[in-house]
């Protein structure tokens, strides 16, 4: 009777193992492919001399990235430990107040929010030097250098950080960066936190944000506003976002939360609102082309500055991309990378712009190399 009792018990088991395999070959395959994280997932290996060594570890890793409804394992440990613990499951990511969400990673709350861990004399002598380096070297060319800097969320958004860090410290690198280059160098640089926040307070009590609530970038209109602050210091006119004709779009599709995503929440999370300008004139701005296997080209018609840029940026210049690409006749894009002096090159722009974010600021700008 023992035995008989001990079968059932081992068939019972094996059949409620083989159970979640059995509904996951029901689920439609591109639920199956949804990749929340941001990393790439193991991939199943394969047996061979050279790699039978490591076999069963390699395998064992692709098992546990695809497990049968793993993301929604995943997802409800990540609820679970934010709204029961207030601890995410991302240490690069920091909860805030009333559902917002914050990068942390790369030192940025240490590094800029905080204030600590300033730049030395001698690494803003050196980042200086550096500039004024690039802003001659392509002077030789016939080029102009700009650089835009995009606050990070928080010094914008700091009443929904947690009460213990306390407020954003004016005194910090986005400050240090902006001012020495400023005094140093013939570099216009641009950093618009001032128009940021007032356009902020004038537009919060209806509700209208210029960073997205679960995603580190500023949102279509914060884009505008930046940008706006931008192409004043070249002296072209981009009308305010609430000069007549202007409008202001919400819409709740699409909505960036790359913060989220790191939780694997975004159906859970309210990731908030979007938010997207219109009114201004687009000059007849094309879509953007790709160019050279890894840059976009977006041009405009009559009326746009007649000028050719080269924008080298980071994520933020998404939003703001369109605004940028109709100010000008041409407008060339491309992510920081090897491949970006050639490419400036093959362009041949009268502008070069650099965007980065304030908590990258200072590696970026002093690694951007142009020869």
């Not at 570099?187 to 509700?207: F, H, N, Q, W, Y």
């Not at 090897?338 to 908590?359: Q, T």
Request: with cysteine; charged share 25%; glycine share 8%.
């Amino acid at each position: 009777m023992k035995r008989g009792s001990d079968r059932l018990m081992i068939i019972l088991f094996l059949l409620l193992s083989a159970l979640p395999y059995g509904l996951w070959m029901a689920v439609p395959g591109e639920i199956k492919a949804q990749n929340f994280e941001n990393r790439i997932l193991a991939e199943k290996p394969q047996i061979s001399t050279a790699g039978y060594l490591t076999f069963s570890e390699d395998y064992e890793a692709y098992l546990n990235d695809h497990l049968p409804f793993r993301n929604t394992l995943v997802m409800c440990d990540s609820a679970v430990r934010l709204f029961a613990f207030d601890d995410p499951i991302n240490e690069g990511v920091l909860a805030g107040k009333e559902g917002w969400l914050f990068f942390c990673g790369t030192r940025a709350l240490k590094n800029d929010y905080l204030g600590t861990d300033l730049l030395t004399e001698e690494e803003l002598d050196g980042l200086a030097a550096h500039i004024n380096e690039l802003s001659a070297c392509f002077a030789r060319e016939g080029r102009e250098l700009v650089i835009l800097i995009a606050p990070n969320k928080e010094r914008i958004y700091q009443e929904y950080m947690p009460d213990a860090l306390g407020t954003p410290q004016e005194t910090c690198r986005l400050q240090q960066i902006t001012e020495y280059l400023q005094a140093h160098t013939e570099v216009p640089v641009v950093t618009p936190v001032a128009e940021l926040r007032s356009a902020k307070g004038d537009l919060e009590r209806d509700g209208v944000l210029l960073y997205y609530k679960t995603d580190t970038h500023w949102n279509g209109l914060g884009g505008y506003i930046a940008v706006r602050a931008l192409l004043n210091e070249l002296e072209i006119d981009l009308p305010d976002y609430r000069a007549p004709g202007m409008e202001i779009e919400e819409s709740r599709e699409g909505v960036s939360c790359d913060l989220a995503d790191q939780l694997q929440l975004r159906s859970v999370l309210d990731t908030g609102p979007d938010f997207d300008i219109h009114g201004y004139d687009t000059h007849g701005m094309q879509p953007a082309e790709r160019q050279n296997g890894e840059s976009y080209c977006f041009t405009a018609g009559e009326g746009a500055d007649g000028r050719t840029v080269f924008v080298c940026h980071d994520s933020f210049i998404h939003a703001a991309a369109p605004v940028i690409g109709s100010s000008f006749a041409e407008t060339h894009m491309m992510d920081y990378g090897a491949g970006v002096p050639a490419a400036i090159r093959d362009c041949d722009p009268d502008l070069v712009i650099l965007e980065v974010v304030e908590r990258q600021a200072a590696e970026y700008l002093m690694n951007f190399e142009y020869r």
